[in-house]
């Protein structure tokens, strides 16, 4: 299914509508593709009560930070960079306002947080030489971008420079967190890790 398909169901009259910034349709298709999709839309939201929980059950300095970084993220995109580039999303689109006006999707806040956290674990488990669990954050890069394109949530160009924008944003959190906690042990990242892979693969077998 392609972004013609989903512009032409809207013009039939299929019901559609956005919960969390994620387009469902009516009647709902139940076959894998479309279905994971909109599963993997509701991750981002999934992140943050993972990481807090994580955060406070385990004293782990970094999944406090790895939520920082997601409610950092999330505020540029809303406040700076969306204004900025100014781009509607797709027309086959729910994401509206209350006049029927599509929102803005360049970059997309799914793809831009989910990338910024990816790339930032990514560099650290470079870092101690970990290459299974980089491999595994490589492997997970294109899920979200898939996910809104294919949903007709954005368009190609607008998840590709989210991924861009979010791997910049990645490494740039990881010197800040160098720089913040010089002395922290790197066993402990395991603990926010493990957080945020259980929810992707969680998804990932739904």
């Known amino acids: 299914m392609d972004t013609v398909d989903l512009e032409s169901q809207s013009s039939k009259g299929h019901?559609?509508?956005a919960v969390g910034q994620?387009?469902?349709r009516l009647p709902l298709e139940l076959r894998p593709l479309p279905l994971?999709?909109?599963?993997l839309g509701f991750v981002p939201w999934a992140l943050p009560l993972l990481l807090l929980s994580d955060?406070?059950?385990e004293r782990s300095a970094l999944s406090?930070?790895?939520?920082?970084?997601?409610?950092?993220?999330?505020?540029?995109?809303?406040?700076?960079?969306?204004?900025f580039f100014d781009e509607p999303r797709p027309e086959a689109s729910a994401c509206r306002d209350a006049h029927g006006k599509l929102l803005p999707g360049m970059p997309s806040g799914h793809v831009l947080t989910c990338q910024s956290l990816l790339a930032f674990f990514f560099i650290l488990n470079l870092r101690e030489h970990i290459a299974i669990v980089a491999l595994v954050l490589v492997l997970l890069m294109p899920a979200m971008p898939w996910a809104r394109w294919y949903n007709g949530d954005h368009?190609?160009?607008?998840?590709v420079v989210s991924v861009i924008v979010g791997t910049v944003l990645g490494a740039a959190y990881y010197l800040v967190y160098g720089i913040m906690f010089?002395?922290?042990?790197?066993?402990?990242?395991?603990?926010?890790l493990h957080a945020l892979l259980s929810s992707m693969s969680a998804v990932s077998r739904s």
């Open 22 to 24: 994620v387009t469902i």
């Open 55 to 57: 955060a406070l059950l």
């Open 15 to 17: 019901d559609h509508f």
């Open 182 to 192: 010089p002395e922290m042990p790197d066993p402990a990242a395991h603990h926010a």
């Open 36 to 39: 994971l999709a909109i599963l």
């Open 64 to 83: 406090l930070f790895a939520l920082g970084v997601l409610a950092l993220t999330s505020v540029v995109n809303e406040f700076v960079l969306k204004p």
């Open 155 to 159: 368009s190609c160009k607008q998840v």
